[in-house]
């Protein structure tokens, strides 16, 4: 007979919401960090020996030196689509699965880097400092803050992944014209779904009003928007950053904000979050947001069970639902 009642160990690197964390402890041990102070990579490393499964986030990064004294674990799951802080080869050269959430954030995502979109364009929390500073004396012709339109202008997708595809579905209820580019080109079905022409980034920077970035992060795509490119873009143009800090040079950015070289940028994401560059805190023509596009509840619990789900599938024998590597 099996006496041993001993159940699996697993790490829940960050706080997950407390029903989450309660069905885990139905069938696992496990350690929480339900206080949500950042690991160090020392602190992760000692957390990771002993568990077979870890639920962790983009604020671990997952590479050799955290597995080293990994030898149980089996599963790491992100609790988030993009995966830039696994190193996957190390990952899978320790024999461990790793998976992500994608699908379930796509539309909850998708809205926000539209929101995103228009209170940039339109100077949505620009127009509400001046409103909260006092300056309204009088409704005016020319000195009210005076935006960019959305409707009939023509939007830039950079990753043309489902985040994209779904803000180009939304830029045609607008009415706006799509462009984008992407690594591979979507078929004829998906381009004619989202109303979009394929393009080079250069006519895309130079020909869009808004350019709205979309793309996953890896070291090729490091300041894929720098000055040289945002040289390229209308002075009237805007620029959304929902995708990962990194895509955008930040400093380059500030500097073209201040310049007026482009006309306004939305940032969901930065380079070192959550510090924000300095440079960027001082200009006025830009959104600022806590990489919160994936931020409503549902989608956020949505995101925890399907994290859970793909641990429980790994640690049972089964197929994780999103598997990122191949074990
Ligand atoms: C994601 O899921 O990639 C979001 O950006 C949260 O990290």
């Known amino acids: 007979m099996n006496t041993n009642t001993q159940k699996p160990k697993i790490l829940v690197a960050r706080a997950i919401f407390p029903e989450a964390l309660a069905k885990l402890e139905e ?10 102070v950042i690991f160090t990579p020392e602190q992760l490393q000692k957390e990771l020996a002993g568990v077979v499964g870890a639920l962790v986030a983009g604020s671990e990064r997952i590479d050799a030196a955290a597995l080293a004294n990994a030898t149980d674990l089996k599963v790491v799951a992100n609790i988030s689509v993009g995966y830039n802080n696994f190193d996957i080869p190390a990952i ?12 379930v954030l796509t539309d909850t995502t998708a809205d926000f880097g539209f929101a995103l979109l228009m209170a940039t364009a339109r100077r949505m929390t620009e127009s509400e400092h001046w409103v909260r500073a006092g300056h309204w004396d009088k409704w005016s012709i020319v000195n009210n803050p005076l935006g960019m339109d959305l409707h009939h202008s023509t939007v830039g997708i950079i990753g043309m992944g489902r985040i994209g595809q779904g803000i180009a579905k939304r830029a045609l209820g607008f009415g706006m014209q799509v462009i984008y580019h992407n ?3 979507l078929s004829d079905v998906d381009e004619k779904a989202c109303g979009a022409k394929y393009v080079s980034k250069e006519e895309l920077l130079r020909t869009a009003d808004h350019v709205v970035l979309v793309l996953p992060y890896t070291p090729e795509n490091h300041h894929t928007i720098g000055a040289k490119e945002i040289a390229l873009m209308k002075p009237t143009a805007t620029l959304i950053n929902i995708a990962r800090g990194g895509i955008v040079d930040d400093a380059a950015l500030a500097k073209a904000l201040q310049q007026k070289t482009i006309f306004a940028a939305g940032l969901d994401v930065f380079e070192g979050e959550p510090s924000v560059h300095p440079e960027l ?3 006025s023509n830009v959104v600022l947001a806590p990489h919160i596009a994936s931020a409503t509840e549902k989608t956020r619990r949505a995101m925890v069970d399907l994290a859970i789900e793909n641990v429980v599938a790994a640690l049972s024998g089964k197929k994780p639902p999103s598997l990122i590597n191949s074990i």
Do not use: H, I, W, Y
């Open 281 to 283: 805190l001082k200009c």
């Open 183 to 185: 690594r591979s080109r």
């Open 27 to 36: 069938t696992f041990e496990v350690r929480s960090n339900q206080a949500d």
């Open 92 to 103: 899978t050269a320790a024999g461990v699965m790793a998976t992500n959430t994608p699908d």
